[in-house]
């Protein structure tokens, strides 16, 4: 689920993108709105948004105002900002900011708008996810000894991450396929990478260790299948 902040001071468009959109899928939460600057980065500062939807142009604080304020105060992750702005000279100053993830055109009309509005949601959804997923695989795979820099442990992550997409894991013919064309090599080189890889760990983690987190008997039995099928399910009963 995405947190989402709108500061726009048209009442009727924050209850229009509230009704069309925020409320109509289930992944999204809107934290609070706002009608002025001022009240905007006390609720952006309090709540701690994943998304924040920015008119420019406000009472009491501007939006660039805000935008600076938000990269002063928050040392380590800015929330994706997308600054909505019925004013097109401020468009080009904000295209090459690092900070904006999109730019929306007021003047384009309210269903250009919620169109473009729902399809930057749903990338930054996308882009969340994929975070979260290799955030939890690399806490899983923390249990063990891996080699982080390791190219197999690099390949593993991705797999996994590729099976928690799937119902039933097919390596070689779907998943080796895609992790091989993400890192433009053989299919034949992810597997051999991961096989060294999954060798290498078993060798310097306790077996007990092993044993117990796969519920086997002894560490050989272990196969790179069941690897990646019960930590893909340990991540996703951890939700």
């Known amino acids: 689920m995405i947190n989402i ?8 468009l924050v209850e229009l993108i509230f009704k069309s959109i925020i409320r109509k899928n289930n992944e999204y939460r809107l934290m609070d709105y706002t009608f002025d600057g001022e009240n905007a980065l006390k609720s952006i500062l309090k709540y701690n948004p994943d998304v924040i939807l920015l008119d420019i142009n406000m009472p009491k604080i501007d939006g660039l105002s805000i935008i600076k304020k938000i990269i002063s105060e928050k040392k380590k992750k800015i929330p994706y900002i997308i600054i909505i702005t019925a004013f097109k000279d401020k468009i080009n100053f904000f295209l090459n900011n690092k900070n904006i993830y999109g730019i929306i055109d007021k003047g384009s009309g309210f269903s250009n708008l919620i169109t473009e509005i729902n399809r930057y949601l749903n990338n930054i959804c996308n ?6 997923a290799e955030y939890k695989t690399k806490q899983e795979l923390a249990n063990f000894e891996f080699n982080s820099s390791n190219l197999g442990t690099i ?6 991450k590729y099976a928690l997409e799937k119902g039933k894991i097919n390596l070689e013919g779907d998943i080796y396929l895609k992790v091989a064309k993400k890192y433009k090599v053989t299919v034949m080189n992810i597997k051999w990478n991961i096989e060294k890889s999954i060798k290498s760990m078993k060798r310097y983690t306790d077996n007990k260790i092993i044993e117990k987190y796969f519920n086997i008997d002894n560490i050989n039995n272990l196969t790179i299948k069941n690897f990646i099928t019960i930590v893909s399910n340990k991540i996703r009963n951890s939700k």
């Not at 882009?127 to 979260?132: D, G, P, R, T």
């Open 5 to 12: 902040l709108i500061a726009d001071d048209n009442n009727k």
């Open 127 to 132: 882009e969340l996810k994929e975070e979260n």
């Open 155 to 160: 390949y593993l992550i991705d797999t996994i």
